[in-house]
């Protein structure tokens, strides 16, 4: 790819705010470095990761780059369908909140195979593993080119070179951080991301004269939900899809984390109050940018897909230098959280359900977390490997890959893995079946390139109908494959007891950190205020790092009441 022809120039500010924050996500490593001992705390932090950490991951994992990249061209291209596709992950969380959460948690294990693996034994366990650690490698691999496209029109630099460059410092990180510094990161991106979000969002508004403004001047055709190509069939199959792979016991390293199943309820509840108010903020900056930049094909020929450079467009036009930077250090930390999936949790799977069980049974605690960071090196590659082959393709844009990755293989996946937490009668091989069943015309549907509702609706079909008709086969199944399928049921419907099982609580501890470190980040970016720049942009950058140090401040002083309590009570 050739250098863009829209190139924004970055000055001294921005290239402050950039180093800090490459400095600040460095450190987290080390700062959290002790909380990180073994497997289980590299993977899952040792199941003390506080809900309210949890949830940001869970949040933060669901989007990435791609989100104001991929998500954003299509904003751009169809206008407001977006948001209510973004809003099915409100409905999922939720769902997982009332019936899913707490069960996850209750059964005890640090991966999802290790789940599988106790419900469905070792075929269903290594059948899943063979498709899934793939699966995972191509949705990492999309969310880097979904960065490296956001980077490559910040800095106007080729497209194979912010791949290798992210996926570099991705892997370092990944590799050295654990789950502990992945989610604190979660959590303190999540907190910036919101602020800086609303900003775009605002400024943008302002450029265009408000709401009524963007009424007026965007084509009409992008405020009606519905149209022929995307119509509530297309987006019924769409949240079919979501609902079921958010769901599913593959996506559950999240709330596996946390001390109970309580806190695993909380954080699937917070998850889904920042999805309540994320996308409202997120698509208006693509969608004005339809006025601003009608014709992005000239302006970024560079580009196979120039729709997707729409929002980082839009936030370079409305924001001081400053917070340009930081647009562009935000979004390529929430990749970081979104390839925790695709290199930490594979990596997790290759070591304690391929590598430790096959190859080295009576492994120590010490070889298997050292086999756990290669692992994670050798995944890391793979993924930036997997991005610099789909930069090469120019047959889809990313939104579209999403949605292959999705409906084609994530949803056959998802259904057994969904079921099993309610049918309870089917034998162990009931899971491969359903997954083939699916998969099968899952690939006739691509094949014959049919429609999304086709394929997502005849998925579900294939899947959960095969996955029902195995339980005809229950009586056939042996009374130890029963004792052992019915003690996974028991331990999973079995509340966690914190102090008979020995789990500890680093939440106190991590509410003064994460709220110490956001007013470090507040008052870094403060800083920028003394920078050349206009009075009111001056205004929008203070306004910006008070809003992050206003939470860091309530964080703090929370974590320091808990401890006077716990000392008045001690007392």
């Known amino acids: 790819m050739e250098i863009s022809e829209y190139v924004y120039h970055f000055g001294s500010a921005d290239y402050y705010v950039i180093g800090a924050y490459l400095v600040m996500l460095a450190s987290l490593g080390f700062i959290l470095k002790k909380l990180c001992g073994g497997t289980k705390d590299f993977f899952i932090g040792g199941n003390k990761i506080p809900w309210w950490l949890a949830g940001a991951g869970c949040f933060m994992s669901s989007f990435s780059a791609w989100t104001f990249t991929g998500a954003a061209g299509f904003a751009y291209k169809y206008g407001i369908l977006i948001v209510l596709l973004f809003y099915f992950n409100v409905i999922a969380y939720l769902f997982a909140g009332k019936f899913i959460a707490a069960k996850c948690r209750q059964t005890r ?173 997120w698509f208006i900056p693509p969608i004005a940018a339809s006025h601003f930049f009608p014709n992005l094909t000239e302006l970024l020929p560079g580009l196979k897909h120039p729709q997707d450079a729409a929002y980082v467009m839009m936030g370079l036009k409305v924001l001081p230098a400053g917070l340009a930077g930081l647009m562009v250090m935000v979004i390529f930390a929430a990749t970081l959280s979104s390839m925790d999936a695709a290199i930490n949790q594979n990596a997790g799977i290759i070591t304690l359900n391929i590598y430790k069980p096959l190859f080295r049974p009576n492994a120590g605690e010490k070889e298997l977390f050292i086999a756990s960071r290669t692992f994670n090196v050798l995944c890391g590659a793979g993924v930036t490997a997997g991005a610099l082959f789909l930069a090469r393709q120019e047959q889809f844009a990313l939104f579209d890959l999403m949605l292959i990755l999705s409906s084609v293989i994530g949803l056959p996946i998802a259904i057994p893995f969904v079921l099993m937490y309610w049918i309870k009668k089917t034998p162990r091989w009931s899971a491969v079946v359903s997954i083939i069943c699916g998969a099968g015309y899952s690939y006739v549907a691509l094949v014959n390139e049919w429609s999304l509702s086709i394929r997502v609706f005849g998925i579900l079909l294939a899947g959960a109908g095969s996955f029902f008709l195995s339980m005809l086969c229950w009586r056939f199944v042996g009374e130890k494959a029963r004792a052992g399928i019915a003690e996974f049921y028991e331990t999973m419907n079995r509340p966690v007891d914190t102090e008979k099982e020995n789990v500890g609580s680093e939440d106190v501890r991590q509410l003064k950190l994460v709220g110490s470190m956001a007013m470090i980040i507040a008052v870094g970016l403060f800083v920028v205020v003394f920078f050349p720049n206009p009075m009111n942009a001056r205004i929008v950058i203070a306004l910006t790092a008070g809003g992050v140090f206003l939470v860091g401040w309530l964080m703090n002083r929370a974590g320091r009441r808990s401890i006077d309590q716990s000392l008045s009570e001690g007392a």
């Open 109 to 281: 294990q640090v991966t999802p195979a290790q789940i599988i693996f106790n419900r469905f034994g070792r075929l269903g366990e290594q059948f899943f593993l063979w498709i899934q650690v793939p699966n995972m490698l191509f949705g990492g691999a999309i969310w880097m080119m979904g960065l490296a496209t956001f980077l490559s029109v910040a800095f106007g630099v080729p497209m194979s070179l912010t791949i290798l460059i992210s996926g570099a410092v991705i892997l370092l990180y990944s590799t050295l951080s654990g789950s502990w510094a992945v989610m604190t990161s979660a959590f303190l991106q999540s907190v910036v991301l919101m602020a800086l979000s609303v900003v775009v969002a605002v400024l943008t508004l302002t450029h265009i004269g408000g709401f009524s403004g963007m009424v007026e001047q965007v084509d009409a055709s992008k405020f009606y939900l519905f149209s022929d190509e995307h119509t509530w069939v297309w987006a019924l199959a769409y949240f079919s899809q979501i609902f079921m792979i958010f769901n599913s016991i593959v996506g559950s390293t999240r709330f596996l984390s946390v001390r109970n199943g309580q806190n695993a309820k909380k954080a699937a509840y917070f998850a889904s109050l920042l999805f309540l108010v994320g996308p409202v903020v």
